[in-house]
Each structure stands twice: as C-alpha cells, then as structure tokens.
C-alpha cells in the first residue's frame, strides 16, 4: 500500500488503524495539525481534498496565508569531514556541491 498522498501540493501520510478499522492521516509539512480519516480509501481520498481545502479556505477567512509546501531553500550543518567528501565527490562528478547534494538528496527522499 503507497501510504502517501497529494492534493494541491500538499502531502499526507496515511495509517491504518486496525482497531477501529479506519484510514487516517495528517498534512505533512505545516505546523498547523490537519488530520483526515476514512473506512476505504475513497473515504480517506475525499477526506484528505476537503481536509486541504477547508485549510485554504480557514486560512483565507482568518486572513493568514497558508503554510505553503517547502521554498527548496535548505541550511543545515555537517561535520567537516562530511563537507570535504561531499565537495571531492561533487568536483569528480562535475557537478557544484549544491547541485551534487540535491541529487543525492532527492534520491535517498525517494526510498
């Protein structure tokens, strides 16, 4: 089962819960906790749109822009050992650093 789903660009993981026999899950990525659920999945399909747009819609009736799914900015630290692999290995692959990491970043996001 792919426990992912997207709507308007928004994310969600999905669960089951075998004790209540329900599908749930929450927007994945905003601060604000959105959570959906449904007994099959064109319940928790339907669910999750509605969970979206009564988002956007709440957001737009309190006058606060919605968290939007993520700029591709990123600053993050490693240990300097780390750095200067990174850099040799992107030099060698004829790549920049930025260009090499995003590579890399994007493959492993995708296991």
């Given amino acids: 089962m792919n426990n992912v789903m997207i709507y308007k ?4 993981r999905v669960d089951y819960d075998a004790e209540d026999e329900i599908f749930f899950g929450r927007i994945a990525g ?3 906790g959105v959570g959906f659920h449904g007994q099959s999945v064109s319940e928790l399909n339907a669910a999750f749109q509605e969970a979206v747009d009564d988002y956007l819609e709440t957001c737009r009736k309190i006058g606060k822009s919605p968290e939007k799914p993520y700029s591709g ?3 993050f630290r490693v240990d300097p050992e780390t750095h200067r692999r990174a850099a040799i290995a992107a030099e060698l692959s004829g790549k920049s650093l930025n260009q090499w990491a995003e590579d890399v970043l994007a493959k492993a996001a995708c296991r």
């Fill in 9 to 12: 660009g928004y994310n969600a």
């Fill in 30 to 32: 905003i601060a604000d």
């Fill in 73 to 75: 900015k990123m600053m």
